[in-house]
């Protein structure tokens, strides 16, 4: 029976993480590529991440103002948004915006580099292309996922409490109250911890799949596909196993 070739690259993706993060460990980082790397996954991106925020903010809240303000628990209001977007919403939204920014173009880049034999040509300079390509790429989403998702949640929060003001009058000082007896003081490290998680996922699922595509041009798309669907997949997995890990207790 032969092994999907989806499984292999998922093996072969978490060797490529697992050599990367040693090579950190070790500090045999490529400074030079770096600095790319952590603008194309932080100001890079940081434009859709906010533009998301405010919509997702903004109708979220909509929602459940509508529903509590019926019910006469408007001043609930602020502190129900709070929780789900630093528990489930800001992480869960940003890992999938950096999926489809930032690790179709690692996929993309590493593939059509595979292709074009540059890997190799890396590879006779007696070069490790995981310690030039792929730990900068990773420390980047490392870095920046946590920083991408901190900008969601403010950003989705202040919206929320505009249009809960501006749509159902409830009191700035209303809700903000209720945003700070809600909220628990170790939900926004246990946010930033599951942003962390799903960026090391983004990197080394994109960088994997990359440096594993083969045969022509066509084959990049495919294996940018690829790495999108299969990031996606197990953050959601992993985005179950965090939510009961640091928030069922």
């Known amino acids: 029976m032969n092994t999907p070739r989806w499984l292999k690259r998922l093996g072969a993706s978490f060797l490529i993480g697992g050599q990367a993060v040693a090579a950190t460990l070790k500090g045999r980082i490529n400074t030079v590529d770096l600095l790319d790397q952590l603008m194309e996954a932080g100001p890079g991106s940081v434009l859709i991440v906010l533009i998301i925020s405010v919509a997702a903010g903004s109708v979220f809240n909509i929602q459940v103002a509508a529903e509590l303000t019926r019910q006469g628990a408007g001043s609930t209001v602020g502190g ?3 929780i789900g977007l630093a528990r489930e919403i800001a992480p869960l939204l940003t890992a999938c915006l950096l999926a489809g920014k930032v690790a179709t173009a690692y996929a993309a880049q590493l593939g059509t580099m595979k292709v074009t034999e540059q890997i190799d040509a890396i590879t006779m300079l007696r070069t490790d292309p995981v310690e030039y390509l792929v730990v900068p790429r990773m420390i980047a989403m490392v870095v920046m996922a946590p920083v991408q998702c901190f900008f969601f949640f403010i950003m989705a929060i202040w919206s929320g409490q505009i249009t809960s003001t501006e749509f159902y009058n409830i009191p700035p000082q209303v809700f903000w109250s209720s945003v700070r007896s809600w909220m628990d003081p170790q939900d926004l490290p246990f946010m930033l911890v599951k942003a962390l998680v ?13 440096l594993t595509t083969k045969g022509g ?3 990049v798309g495919t294996s940018t596909t690829g790495a999108v ?8 997995i992993m985005d179950v196993v965090l939510t009961q890990v640091l928030f069922g207790i």
């Open 198 to 210: 799903f960026g090391m996922i983004i990197a080394m699922v994109a960088c994997g799949w990359g």
């Open 80 to 82: 129900i948004l709070a």
């Open 229 to 236: 669907v299969m990031t996606l997949i197990l953050v959601s």
């Open 217 to 219: 041009p066509k084959e």
